[in-house]
C-alpha cells in the first residue's frame, strides 16, 4: 500500500524510495501542479516528501491528510543527500506517523502538529 508520495524536485532513482510505499509525482504526471499534488495526495492519504516550502505552509494551514516531509538541506552532493537521508529515514518515518509537518535538517529534524 502507498504511504508516500515522492516529490519531483527529489531524486526518483534512490532505492529508499524504490518500494512498495513509494509513489513519485513523476509517474503520474512531472508538470503536475502543486494543488494538483496536493489533491492528489490527500484522495489517496499520502505524505508529501518534498524540499518544496509551499508544501510546509500549506499543510500549516490544514488538517491531514496530507502529511509532509519537507527535506531542508541545502545543496549538496548527490551522495552525500542519500547517505544523510538514509540514515534519519526510519526516524522521520515515525515522526510522521504523529506529525502532520516533519522537517528534515543536516543536523536535525523538526515536527510540528
Known sequence: MKKYLIDANLPRHFSLWSGDEYEHVVE???????????????????????????????????D??????????????????????????SDVCSLSESYKLVRVYRDRIENIG
Do not use: C
Request: proline content about 5%.
Open 28 to 62: 503520474i504526471d512531472d508538470e503536475l501542479q502543486d494543488s494538483r499534488i496536493w489533491l492528489y495526495a490527500k484522495e489517496h492519504d499520502l505524505t508529501i516528501v518534498t524540499k518544496d516550502a509551499d508544501f510546509s505552509e500549506l499543510v500549516l494551514l490544514n
Open 64 to 89: 491531514p491528510p496530507p502529511r509532509v516531509i519537507h527535506i531542508r538541506f541545502g545543496n549538496m552532493k548527490m551522495r552525500e543527500f542519500h547517505r544523510k537521508i538514509s540514515n534519519v529515514w
